[in-house]
């Protein structure tokens, strides 16, 4: 395939102000296809935090596995460009920022490896997933090196939110189980 210059990112706001879904633009021949899944300038193009100072891997074993709700504080917030590589996973994010139209409001989507979508999450956001097939594996882009101090978990039932998982969760760390539900003290 020939090198690509234009754009080859497709970025869709969410229904929460700042966060995006964001899709390969694939280039399809009888080999299969090339596409973009990072590029700094098309990230800065739309205003988005493209400052990447870690990425980091996770596989959930079993279906059913429930990772979150998880932020980092100030000065430590964190921008993160979630996809799965592996399996399938329902992620949701939660926006905390007070001033926001959509706080406490949470926008959930299905990231698998067939459908190659990520999803960026801003800082000030919550974020979390559910396994929705055994073996899953998440890569996270983040903004922020991990600050184990600065970590908020919050509970992934808060009614507070309300949010709509997919399917039961069937295995919860015994940090993300005994989290906190969200009070404003908490705000990133």
Sequence with gaps: MDLVTDN???????????????EIKKLEDER??????WCKKEMEEHGLNANVVQVNTSLSYKKGTLRGLHYQKHPYEETKLVRCTKGAIFDVIVDLRPDSPTYKEWFGIELNENNHKMLYVPEKFAQGFISLEDNCEMTYFTTQFFAPDAAIGLRYNDPQFNIEWPIEAEIVSEKDKEAPDFNESMVP
């Design 8 to 22: 080859t990112m497709i970025f869709t706001e969410t229904k929460l102000k700042g966060a995006f879904v964001i």
């Design 32 to 37: 299969g296809f090339f596409g973009r899944s």
